[in-house]
């Protein structure tokens, strides 16, 4: 019931293409979504978020798709750099933000040139 | 949101000791969490830690392995007791600012224990 389930665990992008990473999740009650990078030797930090009152949320080159119906949501990098090389990890929580975060198992995403 | 000092960055510990790690807020937070991290793998929740009350633990985590300290609303110290091979990991603590700033982690904690 807590779980969330990522894939793919690994993705390898060109430069300047699209990253997809999936998330689907079972408890009904989450209602916040976030996604965090973490690069090696450092802690994760908040990518971008989303609350199921929405479809969509798009912040510069980062995408969010959610689909309540399905329970599943999604991140979109366009336009992907090789900065973009980190592990991704989506979450989901309850009472908008405030409750414990479940991860996701994480995505290591490789952008070549 | 808020900036989180945790510290020691990494250690090396031997098997039977103790390691207190200890993470400070640059702000108020009512809620701290304590995570590990295998390497290359996802956050597990260790437990949640509320100033002035009892820390609260998840399944499969114990206060006598891991004991916590909230002193006061800033601050907090994990306590990884009893070291094993098996303790060697990634820990971080993390606060929770709400939906607007999610939570933010500290950089880690890097064990390894011999």
């Known amino acids: 019931q807590q779980q969330v389930k990522q894939s793919p665990q690994s993705l390898i992008v060109q430069k300047g293409g699209i990253s997809i990473i999936n998330c689907a999740y079972e408890n009904t009650a989450f209602d916040y979504f976030p996604w965090y990078q973490q690069f090696p030797g450092k802690g994760p930090a908040l990518l971008i978020a989303i609350r199921p009152d929405v479809s969509e949320k798009k912040e510069g080159r980062f995408t969010i798709s959610f689909n309540k119906s399905a329970k599943q949501f999604s991140l979109h990098i366009m336009d992907s750099q090789p900065g973009d090389s980190a592990t991704y990890f989506c979450a989901a929580n309850s009472n908008f933000g405030n409750e414990k975060l479940t991860f996701g198992t994480g995505t290591r995403l490789t952008i070549i040139p | 949101s808020a900036v989180i000092s945790q510290k020691p960055s990494r250690d090396i510990c031997q098997r039977g000791t103790s390691l207190t790690i200890q993470c400070q807020v640059d702000s108020q937070v009512t809620m701290m969490f304590w995570y590990r991290q295998q390497p290359g793998q996802s956050l597990t929740l260790i437990a949640t830690?509320?100033?002035?009350?009892?820390?609260?633990?998840e399944s499969g985590f114990v206060i006598d392995k891991f004991p916590i300290s909230r002193p006061n609303l800033t601050f907090s110290t994990l306590t990884v007791s009893n070291l094993s091979p098996e303790d060697s990991s990634i820990y971080l603590c993390?606060?929770?600012?709400?939906?607007?700033?999610?939570?933010?982690f500290g950089s880690g904690t890097r064990l390894t224990v011999v």
């Open positions: 830690a509320n100033q002035g009350s009892e820390a609260t633990y």
């Open positions: 993390s606060v929770s600012q709400g939906a607007r700033h999610g939570y933010t």
